[in-house]
């Protein structure tokens, strides 16, 4: 079942509204049914949390079977427009990501999210001409088989650099939107000024993340971020109020606690 044109527009769109867009992060059909309960206009896959639930870790260390099958199961129980983490596309090569893509839009996926970082022990940057020049071969692939689905394209400045990181991330937005990125997302950016530097550096919608210092959603919308994401930090909120609940039934022990 593919995802009807009008629910991609849609996806589309709310990317252009004046309050950012705030993506309902979820990884099993609970916390999507919650999401749906809460109003959320669209919602988003934390491949983070989706790993962690399966004893991995974040970096492409599960199959992408393993992810389409969560993917399957969200999408048989929401009619809300989901976007799903891809990390770099769960394959260096072009041709097999277009594949992937194509796969999770007959599923009914509107938006993806794709990674300019592996993990290689530890996380790396990608070139980023050469991530660029695979965007490009990626998007053109998708326009011949006809499949418009919304890239959202994260760069790991942020999160990887040290040293000019304002002036590298606007490099590879630049690169990024020429190869035909519909958004940029750029986890770990906390600073007011910086925001605004790399919103008024591009037409394209920045999306942040959940962080510490991040300012409220108001600030944001004045920044020009188009976008805001949850990460994987309320799925580990949720599992640290789990194991505190099972301390207290273990402390007391009796289950009172929890009625």
Same mark, same amino acid.
């Given at each position: 079942y593919f995802a009807p044109k009008y629910k991609?527009?849609?996806?589309?769109?709310?990317?252009?509204?004046?309050?950012?867009?705030?993506?309902g992060n979820v990884w099993d059909v609970p916390s999507t049914k919650t999401?749906?309960?809460?109003?959320?206009? %669209?919602?988003?896959?934390?491949?983070? %949390?989706?790993?962690?639930?399966?004893?991995?870790?974040?970096?492409?260390?599960?199959?992408?079977?393993?992810?389409?099958?969560?993917?399957?199961?969200?999408?048989?129980?929401?009619n809300l427009p989901l976007s799903v983490d891809l990390e770099s596309g769960y394959s260096r090569n072009p041709k097999q990501i277009v594949q992937h893509i194509k796969i999770l839009s007959e599923l009914g996926v509107v938006g993806i999210n794709i990674e300019d970082s592996i993990v290689n022990e530890k996380r790396i940057l990608l070139d980023a001409n050469d991530f660029a020049k695979t965007l490009?071969?990626?998007?053109?692939?998708?326009?011949?088989?006809?499949i418009d689905i919304f890239i959202n394209v994260r760069t790991d400045t942020f999160i990887l650099l040290k040293e000019n990181v304002i002036t590298e991330t606007k490099r590879r937005i630049e690169l990024y939107q020429n190869a035909g990125a519909n958004g940029i997302f750029i986890?770990?950016?906390?600073?007011?000024?910086?925001?605004?530097?790399?919103?008024?550096?591009?037409?394209?919608?920045?999306?942040?993340?959940?962080?510490?210092?991040?300012?409220?959603?108001?600030?944001? %919308?004045?920044?020009?971020?188009?976008?805001?994401?949850m990460?994987?930090?309320?799925?580990?909120?949720?599992?640290?109020?789990?194991?505190?609940?099972?301390?207290?039934?273990?402390s007391q022990n009796s289950f009172k606690s929890i009625f």
């Open positions: 991609k527009m849609e996806f589309k769109n709310l990317h252009n509204q004046v309050t950012p867009l705030l993506i999401a749906e309960k809460l109003n959320f206009q %669209a919602i988003g896959t934390s491949s983070s %949390a989706i790993a962690t639930l399966l004893g991995y870790n974040d970096g492409e260390e599960m199959e992408f079977s393993e992810l389409e099958y969560f993917i399957k199961r969200i999408t048989q129980n929401t490009t071969e990626i998007k053109q692939q998708l326009e011949k088989e006809n986890p770990c950016i906390e600073k007011e000024n910086d925001i605004k530097t790399i919103t008024d550096s591009t037409s394209l919608p920045i999306n942040v993340m959940c962080m510490p210092n991040l300012p409220n959603f108001e600030t944001l %919308a004045k920044l020009g971020v188009k976008r805001i994401s990460g994987n930090f309320l799925f580990d909120k949720m599992y640290g109020n789990f194991e505190e609940t099972v301390k207290n039934v273990l």
